[in-house]
């Protein structure tokens, strides 16, 4: 499969737990925030978006928490299956700046 | 099916011969953008286009063209590829004047260029 980072901070979970993958991103005047999936061999897939005016968002499955104060993101995952299992990646966009600028992502790894 | 594609998938080339990865999208999306991924180095946009004739540079876009004819299309050129724009690249597209929506991506192109 494609090697998406050589060196990413891994999360090993059980099968059925709940899964918590943190970021630190770095521009406080960022306003728009996203969680990424990627499979080996694939894009990017989009999981779940927060702007700046919110500081909770839940999907299916997943919550994204943000803490501006710190400048933190999380991404919860629950009942973690292994169909999980990929390397997740934060993304910010500051209001008026025309990219995305993406951490460097958590691999997440399932044990049965 | 909402989608971005990108061809070709894989691609083996020399220095030198001029190569373009063409990407396009059926949702009729404003913006697209190109990137690159590195191990190490994460995902780094190399051009932009705000919508059709109007494009600029991303973090790294030396070495690349692209060009923005139709609203569904955003190829990027390689005029002179050289080994290290060897990489895994995407094309990515979202509804909106920035990227500020959920920007969905295509399945990447692996280049290798010796």
């Known amino acids: 499969g494609e090697s998406v980072g050589l060196h990413l901070p891994t999360l090993s979970v059980q099968e059925g737990d709940n899964s918590i993958i943190n970021c630190a991103y770095s521009n406080s005047a960022s306003d728009y925030f996203i969680w990424y999936k990627q499979e080996s061999g694939k894009g990017p897939q989009f999981i779940i978006d927060?702007?700046?005016?919110?500081d909770k968002r839940q999907g299916q499955r997943v919550t994204v928490l943000l803490n501006k104060t710190v400048k933190h993101l999380s991404l919860q995952i629950a009942a973690t299956q292994p169909g999980d299992s990929a390397v997740y990646f934060c993304a910010e966009n500051m209001e008026g700046a025309q990219k995305l600028v993406f951490g460097q992502g958590t691999r997440l790894t399932i044990n049965p | 099916e909402a989608q971005v594609t990108q061809n070709p998938r894989y691609l083996i080339t020399v220095t030198g011969k001029k190569l373009t990865v063409t990407c396009s999208q059926n949702?009729?999306?404003?913006?697209m953008s190109w990137y690159r991924q590195d191990p190490g180095l994460g995902l780094r946009q190399i051009y932009y286009?705000?919508?059709?004739?109007?494009?600029d540079k991303g973090d790294v876009p030396e070495g690349y063209k692209v060009s923005r004819k139709e609203k569904r299309n955003f190829p990027l050129i390689l005029e002179s590829p050289s080994p290290n724009q060897t990489s895994l690249y995407f094309c990515a597209s979202n509804h909106g004047l920035a990227a500020n929506n959920e920007q969905f991506f295509g399945p990447g192109t692996r280049l290798t260029v010796l």
């Open positions: 949702m009729n999306h404003e913006y």
């Open positions: 286009s705000m919508n059709v004739e109007v494009t």
């Open positions: 927060i702007r700046s005016n919110m």
